[in-house]
C-alpha cells in the first residue's frame, strides 16, 4: 500500500521554527518529485516548495523563499521542509505530495501522492 505521511506540525510563535518531515512507504522515494503545500482557511491552496528527483533542483515562491528549506533523504525515504521566521500568514495545513513525472509547472502539479497532512499553527 502506498503512503505518504506528514509530521512535524505544531503551535510556534512568530519567528520560530519547524521543520516538516514527510515519509513514503509501498514506493521508492528516489523516482519521485515532491512538492509541499500549504491550505489555509478562506485561501487557495499554495505551493510552498518543490525538490527534483535527485534534489539538486529546489523551488520556492517569493513569500517565503529565504525563510524556508526543502531537502530529501532517499536513502530513507523521507523530505524535509525546514520552516524557520514563521508568521502568523504561514499557518495552515501543509502536505507533501510525490509525482514519477516532472511538472510543468510544480506548483500546479498534478502529482499522485498526496499526504494527509500536518497542521501549522503560528501565535504568540
Known amino acids: 500500500q502506498l503512503q505518504f505521511v506528514e509530521s512535524g506540525g505544531g503551535l510556534v510563535q512568530p519567528g520560530g521554527s519547524l521543520r516538516l518531515s514527510c515519509v513514503a512507504s509501498?514506493?521508492?522515494?528516489?523516482?519521485?518529485?515532491i512538492g509541499w503545500f500549504r491550505q489555509a482557511p478562506g485561501k487557495e491552496q499554495e505551493g510552498v516548495a518543490y525538490?527534483?528527483?535527485?534534489?539538486?533542483?529546489?523551488y520556492y515562491p517569493d513569500s517565503v523563499k529565504g525563510r524556508f528549506s526543502v531537502s530529501r533523504d532517499n536513502s530513507l525515504g523521507q523530505a524535509y521542509l525546514q520552516m524557520n521566521n514563521l508568521q502568523p500568514e504561514d499557518g495552515g495545513f501543509y502536505f507533501c505530495?510525490?509525482?514519477?513525472?516532472?511538472?510543468?509547472?510544480?506548483?500546479?502539479?498534478?502529482?499522485?501522492?498526496w499526504g494527509q497532512g500536518t497542521q501549522v499553527t503560528v501565535a504568540s
Open positions: 509501498g514506493f521508492n522515494l528516489n523516482g519521485y518529485v
Open positions: 525538490i527534483s528527483k535527485s534534489g539538486d533542483d529546489t
Open positions: 505530495a510525490a509525482t514519477a513525472s516532472y511538472p510543468r509547472n510544480w506548483w500546479l502539479g498534478p502529482y499522485n501522492y
